[in-house]
Antibody
Framework: EVQVVESGGGLVKPGGSLRLSCAAS????????MNWVRQAPGKGLEWVSS????????YYADSVKGRFTISRDNAKNSLYLQMNSLRAEDSAVYYC??????????????WGQGTLVTVSS | QSVLTQPPSASGTPGQRVTISCSGS????????VYWYQQVPGTAPKLLIY???QRPSGVPDRFSGSKSGTSASLAISGLRSEDEADYYC???????????FGGGTKLTVL
């Protein structure tokens, strides 16, 4: 069974840092691109970042570029999101999702349950 | 303001057919596949339609997608109470080099 499980969320002060992790199982992780998508409370979905299977291609939303870094460790079947210089508007549930097909795709067939990040003093 | 434009709400009675529109531009819908997601509040999004009009296994054929030019639509026929959820369209945007989502449409089954 395909599973992706996020962890690492929590409460952090503005300007602080947090590292999210996503553990994948039930599929050949090294063959798939992965996405991070977030959803602020009561708001819609917002794409954050994408990474190709071999990390050759990485994309970021303008809202996080220069502050967030996506990475992966295929040997550990894990995806990461390093978040620095956090702002109140980064508060959201962060989802890890498997991309179906090319990295440049909006298709994510499997999503985790999300991890909540709250940025507040 | 979302790059893809959806109506904020839609409604219908059980058994009815409803459609949800999604409007974009040449850099996203006009040149890439459209995907639709269903999200029941408090749960993760679920892929409903991929590559404009394909249904993943397990998605009822009551759900169908279409695309024309820079617009797309999701149709739900034989509306059921369990269809009450938020629906999002999404596409890759070549100009932004990223995924763009619609603002979401809240479907109410009356």
């Amino acid at each position: 069974e395909v599973q992706v499980v996020e962890s690492g969320g929590g409460l952090v002060k503005p300007g602080g840092s947090l590292r999210l992790s996503c553990a994948a199982s039930g599929f050949t992780f090294s063959s798939y691109s992965m996405n991070w998508v977030r959803q602020a409370p009561g708001k819609g979905l917002e794409w954050v970042s994408s990474i190709s299977s071999s990390s050759s291609y990485i994309y970021y939303a303008d809202s996080v570029k220069g502050r967030f870094t996506i990475s992966r460790d295929n040997a550990k079947n894990s995806l990461y999101l390093q978040m620095n210089s956090l702002r109140a508007e980064d508060s959201a549930v962060y989802y890890c999702a498997r991309v179906e097909g090319n990295t440049a795709s909006a298709g994510s067939g499997y999503w985790g349950q999300g991890t909540l990040v709250t940025v507040s003093s | 303001q979302s790059v893809l434009t959806q109506p904020p709400s839609a409604s219908g009675t059980p058994g009815q057919r409803v459609t949800i529109s999604c409007s974009g531009s040449s850099s996203n819908i006009g040149s890439n596949y459209v995907y639709w997601y269903q999200q029941v509040p408090g749960t993760a999004p679920k892929l409903l339609i991929y590559k404009n009009n394909q249904r993943p296994s397990g998605v009822p054929d009551r759900f169908s997608g279409s695309k024309s030019g820079t617009s797309a639509s999701l149709a739900i026929s034989g509306l059921r109470s369990e269809d009450e959820a938020d629906y999002y369209c999404a596409a890759w945007d070549d100009s932004l080099s990223g995924v763009v989502f619609g603002g979401g449409t809240k479907l109410t089954v009356l």
